[in-house]
């Protein structure tokens, strides 16, 4: 079984976490920028987190033989905060390198002007660039945020074949499956949605223009959970054929439409170091 894990946070992960991927079948992820917790307060702490998503993080997850790419964006919460919002300025200079397949985390928080502005702004930078926009709906009031997301996109020069939704669940899976827009779902532990309410999903809405992803962070969460869906399907009667669809073939799909996907499996464990740093911490 081959996965793509088309939304995790790996950053917030452990080698661990790429060995038991790569045991798992993930052999390709995009991992968003997004909102690190501790709130940043200068717009360079954005562009050396971006610099790790390019560099470092592609690096390490090379080691365990899995390919990496990223989505670059001022993400929705921040985006409410004026020392922040100077990166909007100089996102395009990021959005023009290998390995950026699309603009995200965009969407809304809590739905502020502010978060307004941003989500336009970079839906544009996407249309500018040719790049897909990976679209995070709000956990809280999710209907609301959903309709007011895609009244956005609708307003913008982006097609929805181009946007994907994430994070639906039962409550908003039809509106986004009548706006033409990808369909995104995130595979948490405990709360929100499950592999096996996603198969459920997956049963009534039918397999394509779906991405399914573990989300992984640094919340409770579960980088394997791509696999578990993909184990859930099977269960449940879906063909291999169906899990390499959505699994593999939907985020190859969505992704590739920024010409930038590289798939060739990295060799695992490969000597070579990042600007002279390696993850054996001074070690050869
Ligand atoms: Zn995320």
Not at 12 to 39: C, I, K, N
Not at 124 to 135: E, F, I, R, T
Not at 145 to 154: P, Q
Request: glycine share 8%.
């Amino acid at each position: 079984m081959r996965i793509f894990d088309p939304h995790i946070h790996m950053t917030s992960r452990t080698t661990d976490d790429y060995a038991a991927m790569y045991d798992a079948g993930v052999r390709a992820l995009v991992e968003p920028s997004f909102w690190l917790g501790q709130p940043r307060t200068s717009p360079a702490s954005f562009y050396d987190y971006f610099d790790a998503l390019l560099g470092w993080e592609p690096y390490r997850a090379a080691q365990y033989g899995i390919a990496h790419h990223c989505t670059l964006a001022l993400n929705p919460k921040e985006a409410n905060d004026p020392r922040c919002t100077p990166v909007l300025d100089e996102l395009p200079r990021y959005l023009l390198k290998d390995h950026v397949v699309a603009v995200g985390e965009i969407g809304y928080d809590s739905m502020t002007p502010a978060e307004d502005h941003a989500l336009a702004a970079q839906l544009q930078l996407a249309a500018d660039h040719g790049l897909p926009a990976l679209v995070h709906t709000p956990h809280r009031d999710k209907a609301a945020g959903v309709t007011r997301t895609l009244a956005v996109i609708a307003e913008s020069d982006l097609p929805p074949a181009q946007v994907v939704l994430d994070h639906l669940n039962e409550t908003t899976v039809k509106a986004a499956t009548d706006s033409g827009c990808w369909r995104g779902f995130s595979i948490y532990p405990d709360t929100k949605m499950d592999e096996h309410r996603m198969v459920a999903i997956l049963r009534e809405y039918g397999t394509d223009q779906v991405l399914i992803n573990s989300a992984a962070d640094w919340g409770k969460s579960d980088p394997l959970k791509t696999r578990k869906t993909a184990d859930a399907m099977l269960a449940a009667g879906f063909t291999e054929d169906d899990v390499d669809k959505v699994l593999w073939r939907n985020p190859v799909a969505f992704y590739g439409q920024s010409g930038r996907l590289e798939l060739e499996p990295p060799k695992p464990g490969g000597s070579a170091t990042h600007e002279g740093n390696s993850i054996l911490r001074g070690g050869s």
